[in-house]
């Protein structure tokens, strides 16, 4: 028995190491599969985003034909409604002149002023109360009943503490901004699993660790959820202190249309305020992107 154990273990090798390779090539060959498997992943992503896009495009055009028909037609009244092509003729005027860009400008200030402050602000109270119990036994119902309150109805509040310059847009955008990103940050540091935090401590994790490793990232998809939803809210607010109370910015354009009736010029600010909002968020996705690149798939 002792001399057929060497002949045993000098046998072939089993097959599935046999067409393994060696352990180099295996490597390689793993890797290589690996990219294979992630360029057709990513050809698939393009193509559905091609397709994503070509739709919306299409019902886009048939929305803008359906509106231009009805109006030339006269089932809808061209003085309540406007048409297409008369709000494309104003947003030409508006940006061949440039008249316009100012306007852009200090609603553009207000809005990503108000978008950081409301931001950080949100980060820090949600962080704090979300780790604090007492903290948030204290001051979490009172912020619920802040939150159930219509921001818009305390912009004459704003304007009536802060003035008619920029200021009042900004703290308005603060107040919604901040209400949003606290609850959604608040939320997300509750909802970590336990299991987590302990094995992280049972690790030697100490709390600056715990905060950038743990928590934050476990975070980071409530975080962005929220920023993407504020964008649009921080606008809401800057461009409602311009309508109440303005003589510069696209809120104050449309309340001057509005005056004035002019439907067209309604829409055209309205288009602007649009391509503002797309626009910060390309630059929210972009940045989710490169913060979120350690989540698979």
Known sequence: MSEA???????????????????ALAGELSRTGDSLLWTGRGHERRLR?????AVQAILVAL???????????GRLDRFFYSQPSAIAGQLRTWFSSGSVWPHIG???LATLLGFGGGTLLGLVVGF??????????IFEPLLALLNGMPRVVLAPLM???????????????????FLIVFYAVYTGIREVD????????????????LTWHVLIPSALT?????????????????????????????????????????????????????????AINLVLRAVERRFSAWKLG
């Open 222 to 278: 409530w975080i962005f959820s929220s920023l993407r939803v504020s964008v649009g809210f921080a606008l809401v607010g800057a461009v409602v202190a311009e309508y109440l109370g303005s003589n510069q910015g696209v809120g104050f354009l449309i309340a001057n249309a509005s005056s004035f009736f002019q439907a067209t010029g309604v829409f055209a600010g309205l288009i602007v305020l649009m391509m503002m909002v797309g």
């Open 194 to 209: 336990g299991n987590l935090i302990a094995n992280a401590r049972i690790l030697g994790a100490n709390g600056r660790q």
């Open 5 to 23: 154990s060497p002949r045993l273990s000098s046998g072939p090798p089993p097959l599935a190491e046999r067409d393994a390779g060696p352990p």
């Open 106 to 108: 200090i609603t553009l």
């Open 63 to 73: 929305f803008l034909a359906t509106w231009e028909w009805l109006v030339a037609t």
């Open 128 to 137: 704090v109360l979300a780790r604090s119990e007492s903290l948030g036994a």
């Open 49 to 53: 985003r091609g397709a994503v896009l």
């Open 159 to 177: 304007i009536l503490w802060f003035g008619l310059g920029l200021a009042s847009k900004v703290a308005l955008s603060v107040l919604v901004v």
